[in-house]
């Protein structure tokens, strides 16, 4: 069955702007998404609309292939504020990566992901307005994922402890 979706009013969009951030708050996702699809239907490149649908999907990543990484960024790559771009591909990445954790991907695995999320959260820090270190907390989010990670600092130092060759640090190589 289909219907014809009703359009909300321009005068509108502020209120569904909260409502969206009170569904994401309340954690449904879905819900905040098709609000989000609806203030785009009236506003296409509304700015807040546009970031908060992309991690509206990003709140419902299971880990599994029925993800829709492509989709958000694309989201994300209309985002015109370099910062938001950079930041917002940040989570995407780290939220990828979290949500294949959760699934028992092997950690190897999301190695990659990790890194790139904290490339974009340091390239977001160059450009983040005062007072703002949002990137910094994110990149500080990810290291520790990559410290906590099966084979990590611990396991590395333990290993040394049992071998003479080398480890090569980890951090040294996302710096």
Same mark, same amino acid.
């Given at each position: 069955? #289909?219907?014809?979706? /009703?359009?909300?009013?321009?005068?509108?969009?502020? $209120?569904?702007? +909260? @409502?969206? *951030? %009170?569904?994401?708050?309340?954690?449904?996702?879905?819900?905040?998404?098709?609000?989000?699809?609806?203030?785009?239907?009236?506003?296409?490149?509304?700015?807040?609309?546009?970031?908060?649908?992309?991690?509206?999907?990003?709140?419902?990543?299971?880990?599994?292939?029925?993800?829709?990484?492509?989709?958000?960024?694309?989201?994300?790559?209309?985002?015109? #504020?370099?910062?938001? /771009?950079?930041?917002?591909?940040?989570?995407?990445? $780290?939220?990828? +990566? @979290?949500? *294949? %954790?959760?699934?028992?991907?092997?950690?190897?695995?999301?190695?990659?992901?990790?890194?790139?999320?904290?490339?974009?959260?340091?390239?977001?820090?160059?450009?983040?307005?005062?007072?703002?270190?949002?990137?910094?907390?994110?990149?500080?989010?990810?290291?520790?994922?990559?410290?906590?990670?099966?084979?990590?600092?611990?396991?590395?130092?333990?290993? #040394?402890?049992?071998?003479?060759?080398?480890?090569?640090?980890?951090?040294?190589?996302?710096?």
């Amino acid at each position: 069955m #289909e219907f014809k979706l /009703r359009t909300i009013s321009k005068s509108a969009i502020p $209120e569904a702007i +909260a @409502k969206v *951030q %009170l569904y994401r708050n309340l954690n449904e996702p879905e819900e905040s998404e098709s609000i989000c699809h609806d203030i785009l239907a009236v506003e296409p490149e509304n700015q807040t609309a546009l970031r908060l649908l992309g991690l509206s999907i990003t709140d419902q990543f299971t880990g599994h292939a029925s993800d829709r990484y492509t989709e958000v960024e694309g989201i994300f790559e209309k985002l015109t #504020e370099p910062f938001e /771009r950079l930041y917002c591909s940040g989570l995407l990445y $780290e939220r990828r +990566a @979290k949500a *294949q %954790l959760r699934t028992g991907r092997p950690p190897e695995s999301l190695v990659p992901w990790l890194e790139k999320a904290m490339k974009c959260f340091e390239d977001a820090e160059k450009l983040a307005p005062a007072g703002n270190d949002d990137a910094i907390l994110r990149w500080n989010r990810c290291a520790r994922i990559l410290q906590e990670l099966p084979g990590g600092e611990e396991e590395e130092a333990a290993f #040394e402890a049992h071998d003479a060759s080398p480890v090569p640090d980890r951090r040294n190589r996302l710096k």
